[in-house]
């Protein structure tokens, strides 16, 4: 009896294997694939903001910015900054200390994890290096016109 069971189980194991495999065959086959998506294009008559960046303008009045990204186009609404995100573009201009040496403005802003040190060319700067280098400049003119005066008034 033990062992028709043994030579009886492989049989029914093969006799089902092909079954099963065409179960499967039938429900891949039955599932409607989706429509692949449409490719997100930038839209003609958009506005080039720097080398991967695009503005738009659509026929309802909403701001559109589009951004070339390796896995293609992505796009987002253009929306005006909140008053937190205000508020902490300031302390970052706080924050940051600029020197000029030559054509290249070099910074220096505290972290959690030590000083930040970076330089930029004076071309590639953005809103928080040009305010904060600005802010600089004009502090070191008024330092250097107040000091040059104080050594003159001494002789």
Not at 2 to 17: G, I, W
Not at 125 to 131: C, M
Request: hydrophobic residues 35%; glycine residues 4%.
């Amino acid at each position: 009896m033990m062992r028709s069971l043994k030579l009886l189980l492989p049989v029914l194991l093969c006799a089902a294997l092909p079954a099963s495999a065409e179960n499967a065959a039938r429900t891949k086959a039955a599932k409607p694939k989706p429509a692949p998506a449409a490719q997100l294009q930038i839209p003609k008559g958009a506005v080039q903001v720097d080398a991967a960046t695009y503005r738009f303008t659509d026929e309802q009045g909403r701001n559109w910015i589009y951004r070339r990204t390796p896995f293609g186009v992505a796009r987002a609404e253009e929306r005006a900054p909140s008053a937190e995100e205000t508020a902490q573009k300031a302390k970052m201009i706080e924050l940051t200390k600029a020197v000029e040496r030559g054509d290249e403005i070099h910074f220096e802003r505290p972290g959690p994890f030590g000083t930040y040190r970076w330089q930029r060319k004076k071309t590639d700067l953005n809103d928080i290096e040009k305010a904060a280098w600005e802010r600089d400049r004009t502090s070191a003119g008024k330092s250097n016109a107040s000091s040059s005066a104080a050594r003159a008034s001494q002789e």
